[in-house]
């Protein structure tokens, strides 16, 4: 199973990040949507999971959730905005994967057997850091994430 991660959008669906989300069974966006009109666009391309980050703001975000524990092909995932606001012990809470986003620096590092992936920001560049979203694959049980640089 393919699970395409994006984060920190900004109000901006790059056609470039809709390219390379093409053929994932399932999204998850890691919040900073920016505007509803990006979920409309990544719910057209596969099952969208979404939290809510620190710019998700107004009434059509108010009903986003702030995080998300979900279970797919067999791991535990909880997604966050930042990671370093995290309420659980991710080791305790026996979680596979942790998805989280707001620094905008794409990141995949294996902590205490517990995959930590931020996809970086797929909006507006800030600063020098890559513009780029994740896939995430399960196989067997197992995750594996890889970064992709969009434009």
């Known amino acids: 199973m393919r699970i395409g991660v994006i984060s920190d959008t ?7 990040a809709i390219a390379a989300l093409q053929g994932c069974e399932r999204i998850i966006h890691a919040g900073d949507i920016g505007k509803p009109d990006v979920l409309d666009g990544l719910r057209e391309l ?14 059509w975000a ?18 966050t ?4 606001t995290m309420k659980i ?5 026996r979680v596979d994967v942790v998805i989280a986003g707001h620094s ?3 990141k995949i590092e294996q902590v205490d057997g517990v995959l ?11 600063f020098t850091l890559p513009i780029s979203l994740a896939l995430l694959d399960i ?13």
């Open 10 to 16: 900004h109000g901006l669906l790059r056609p470039e």
């Open 46 to 59: 596969a099952q969208l999971d979404v939290i809510r980050g620190n710019v998700d703001s107004g009434e």
């Open 62 to 79: 108010s009903a986003i959730a702030e995080h998300l524990d979900l279970n797919i092909g067999g791991l535990r995932i909880h997604i």
């Open 81 to 84: 905005h930042d990671a370093k």
């Open 89 to 93: 012990d991710p080791v305790a809470e």
């Open 104 to 106: 905008h620096q794409p």
């Open 116 to 126: 930590y992936l931020n996809p970086g920001s797929a909006g507006r560049r800030r």
């Open 139 to 151: 196989e067997d049980g197992q995750p594996r994430a890889q970064l992709v640089t969009l434009g």
